[in-house]
């Protein structure tokens, strides 16, 4: 069955840079769309940023200009690069894929704070 792992999240101060990373199993990620959303207490979830197979990104314009999502196909994993990170941005950070239903992740908690 396809399973998503994410991993990379932890403490990190204002201004810090944290990467993520999602494993994925049970396809091959090549023909899709993944994407990473977030969800933070008492909020919905949000999608923060997506990648198609061709490797067109979409950001959330909360996160445009310091967050970059990329793709490795050969190691079925997508990444999430962000930088310049606000207290805004503390939050449980899913992965997902779509493939006839939605897959998720069990998401990984990226915590802003000084």
């Known amino acids: 069955q396809v399973q998503l792992v994410e991993s990379g999240g932890g403490l990190v101060q204002p201004g810090g840079s944290l990467r993520l990373s999602c494993a994925a199993s049970g396809l091959s990620i090549r023909a899709y769309t993944m994407a990473w959303y977030r969800q933070a207490p008492m909020n919905q979830r949000e999608l923060v940023a997506s990648i198609t197979s061709a490797g067109i990104t979409n950001y959330a314009d909360s996160v445009k200009g310091r967050v970059t999502i990329s793709r490795d196909n050969t190691k079925n994993m997508v990444y999430l690069q962000m930088n310049s990170l606000k207290p805004e941005d503390t939050a449980v950070y899913y992965c997902?894929?779509?493939?006839?239903?939605?897959?998720w992740g069990q998401g990984t908690q990226v915590t802003v704070s000084s």
């Open positions: 997902k894929v779509v493939r006839g239903i939605a897959y």
